[in-house]
């Protein structure tokens, strides 16, 4: 029927003729049909005649033009439709309308193949059997008889059948023909890629070979290929080089000929050559720098070290050649010899600092412990022996913190992991002060100083540096013990003095003082104050340090405790000549909070205290408030402020981070911040400084547990 172009294109083939035929026929046809109605006065006739003429030769044009049989013959065929229309209703020249039924199925199964061509023409076959079910009905539609339609639609069927039968074989000839095309076209190609493939193989293997010679004409090693009766039959370029040697004139010369073969200054018999042995044990023998082997170049009389790998050539399985390839390994000797000297002076140095480090290891003071990277003990020096009992022997392998017990200052137990290499590792460097067990059960006084061992990035390990401080914590508790006693024995004196001073200023026997009198007695009662609140603060922090502070915690209403600081300091708020102001929670429930009623007290005493001798004006404010599940109560003054770089020295014994001037007008020992800070740590919250800035006052802010959690 009609075949494509490997471009796409139509290409000519017997359908193409036919078609054009087909439509210079109905061009012809239709012309004549129409002169004959034109004569016969049929103007109507004679024009729809010229117009499906007219459309033929349209189609006509466009098949020579773009040579696309299928759309030109489906044109043509849609084109017929309207002339069998026209023929059927007005019975075409002399009644022979019927006549032109027939070249329809025809052209239309030939040019459209078996299924298009049977659509069409069935669709002109029910065009037909509409116009005889018109007739049956006695509706006139066309001139023809009724047995006229009825002959002519028999014909029509049994033509499109035989026409139909007679297409479809054509076409599964033309099928196979196709096939059997595209197989022989297939075996061309498949013979031509083959033919193709043979010559791409030879060039392929031309472009090997001489890449081949090239990389090992390129290489920086010399390369030698020998036969089995040990005669050269390849040298590349940098075998020559080390040989003094050229290719055309060693070709075919027995190997040793050219070269002796050395073990250090002894030179190597023929028979145990490692070429020879290659060749008669059938194995690859590999010569490193470590062997010691040399060359003697025959012709220049060049000794040289060498490496080299030899490897034997199969051939059916049979040895038929060796592949050597060598290098000279001068400068590689001589970097040898330097790094094994560079080796030796480095060992020599090790070793005097290996020694010098034991030494001073073995005769300091201080204990040294050191383990490695698994927490295992590696040493213990002497020192570390006369202080703890133990000996390195014993110690050593073991994990210094399960075997050594240690105890805190107050003589708790301290858990090993405190104490274990990975505390001392995640600290970086860790310095605890604590009670040693020694083997005996004594315990003694030592700070151990830790740190993580490192090689490079490695972890190794860890040294500890542990000194004995027994003599020194027990005079501590010497100088604690007299500092409580002395504070406590004079408060009592002091109490007394100041009772009695307060009587006489009462009026007291009424006595007759001048006012000069009454102002020394003032300053005498002022100055008695300030001692007592002194020894106060030194027995406190003195019960701090030894655990023996006593407080009871129980729950208490932290307003009324504010109420009662506030009316107890309200002489001094007067005579300052300030305002203070509190606020406390108004639910009765989370005012109540667990604490020591007594120790809160000294907190506010010591907060607003501070407060009062540092501002001149303005007002204090108490504010009590819940946040986080905890109490807290803040105390703001508008006072002097506190430097940023004075703020670190707050809660520190004996501190005062005001100006020598403004500190020695206030008076106060530099305690009340970190005994406050301490009672409420004592009691589960903790006191902190909010925020302070010259000039501008400070909020300090302490926490207390609630006897009343907050949902």
């Keep these: 029927m009609k075949k494509k172009a490997e471009d796409g294109a139509e290409i000519k083939t017997s359908s193409d003729y036919a078609l054009k035929i087909f439509s210079l026929t109905g061009i012809v046809f239709f012309l004549i049909f129409s002169v004959v109605y034109l004569l016969k006065g049929d103007l109507f006739a004679g024009i729809v005649e010229i117009t499906i ?66 659509v069409l023409s069935i669709f002109l076959g029910l065009i037909l059997v509409v116009i005889f079910i018109f007739k049956l009905l006695g509706i006139y539609v066309t001139p023809f008889s009724l047995v006229e339609i009825r002959q002519a639609l028999a014909s029509y069927i049994l033509l499109n059948i035989f026409i139909y ?74 075998a020559e080089l080390l040989l003094g040697v050229k290719e055309k004139k060693v070709l075919g010369t027995e190997w040793h000929k050219l070269a002796n073969a050395y073990i250090g200054g002894k030179e190597i018999p023929f028979k145990q050559r490692v070429s020879i042995q290659v060749l008669n044990k059938a194995v690859t023998i590999q010569t490193v720098l470590e062997d010691d082997h040399y060359y003697l170049v025959k012709s220049s009389g060049r000794k040289f070290p060498i490496v080299s790998v030899t490897t034997p050539i199969f051939e059916d399985s049979k040895v038929v050649g060796a592949v050597k390839v060598f290098s000279d390994a001068t400068q590689e000797k001589e970097a040898k010899i330097l790094i094994e000297e560079a080796i030796k002076s480095k060992t020599k140095e090790l070793k005097y600092e290996q020694q010098r480090s034991h030494a001073i290891l073995e005769n300091t003071g201080e204990g040294v412990i050191l383990t490695n990277d698994k927490g295992k003990i590696t040493y213990v020096n002497p020192a570390f022996e006369k202080m703890s009992g133990y000996d390195n022997d014993y110690l050593s392998g073991k994990d210094f913190s399960e075997t050594i017990k240690a105890y805190d200052l107050k003589e708790n137990e301290i858990p090993p992991a405190q104490i274990s290499d990975a505390a001392a590792v995640t600290a970086e460097k860790q310095e605890m002060k604590l009670m040693l067990q020694k083997k005996e059960g004594e315990k003694i006084g030592v700070i151990i100083n830790s740190a993580p061992v490192r090689s490079q990035t490695n972890f190794i390990g860890v040294v500890r540096v542990i000194h004995d401080v027994t003599d020194d914590l027990q005079l501590q508790q010497q100088k604690d013990d007299f500092f409580s006693i002395a504070s406590h024995e004079l408060r009592t004196p002091l109490s007394v003095i100041t009772g009695n001073l307060d009587t006489v200023l009462a009026g007291y026997g009424k006595s007759q003082m001048t006012k000069e009198d009454l102002a020394l007695l003032q300053d005498s009662m ?8 002194m020894v106060g603060d030194f027995l406190n922090i003195s019960r701090l340090d030894q655990g023996r502070l006593n407080y009871e915690i129980r729950q208490v209403d932290a307003c009324f ?18 305002k203070l102001s509190y606020t406390c929670i108004n639910d009765p429930k989370h005012k109540m909070v667990l604490v020591d009623e007594n120790l809160l007290k000294e907190i506010l005493i010591n907060l607003i205290g501070n407060s009062l001798k540092f501002t001149d004006k303005g007002e204090i404010k108490i504010e009590h408030g819940l946040k986080d599940n905890m109490s807290y109560i803040k105390v703001i003054d508008p006072g002097v402020g506190i430097a940023k770089d004075k703020q670190k020295l707050l809660f520190q014994r004996f501190q005062q981070a005001m100006n020598r001037t403004l500190a020695r007008e206030a008076g106060g020992t530099g305690l009340g911040l970190y005994i406050s800070r301490e009672f409420a740590r004592v009691m ?28």
Excluded at 563 to 577: A, Q
Excluded at 688 to 709: C, D, H, Q, R, Y
């Design 526 to 533: 002022d100055a008695s104050d300030r001692l007592i609140k």
């Design 53 to 118: 003429a007219f459309t033929f030769f349209l189609n006509l044009i466009f098949l020579t033009k773009h040579k696309n049989i299928d759309s030109a013959s489906s044109f043509a065929l849609l084109a017929l439709i309207p002339f069998y229309l026209f023929i059927l209703t007005t019975g075409g020249i002399a009644n022979t309308g019927l006549f032109w039924l027939h070249p329809f199925p025809v052209a239309a199964l030939y040019f459209k193949g078996s299924k298009k061509g049977l």
């Design 684 to 711: 589960g919250g903790d006191l902190v400084l909010e925020e302070s800035e010259l000039g501008k006052g400070s909020i300090f802010s302490f926490t207390l547990p609630l006897a009343n959690s907050v949902k």
């Design 165 to 238: 039968f007679y297409q479809k074989g054509n076409e599964s000839k033309q099928k196979l023909v196709e096939e059997k095309e595209k197989e022989v076209n297939k075996r061309q190609e498949e013979l031509v890629k083959t033919m193709g493939k043979g010559k791409t193989l030879e060039s392929q293997f031309e472009q090997e070979r001489d890449k081949l010679n090239l990389i090992i004409n390129s290489m920086g090693e010399g390369l030698l290929v020998v036969d089995k009766d040990y005669k050269i039959r390849m040298i590349n370029h940098t």
């Design 561 to 578: 405790v504010i109420e009662s600081v506030v009316h107890e300091l309200m002489p001094l708020i007067e005579n300052k000549g300030i």
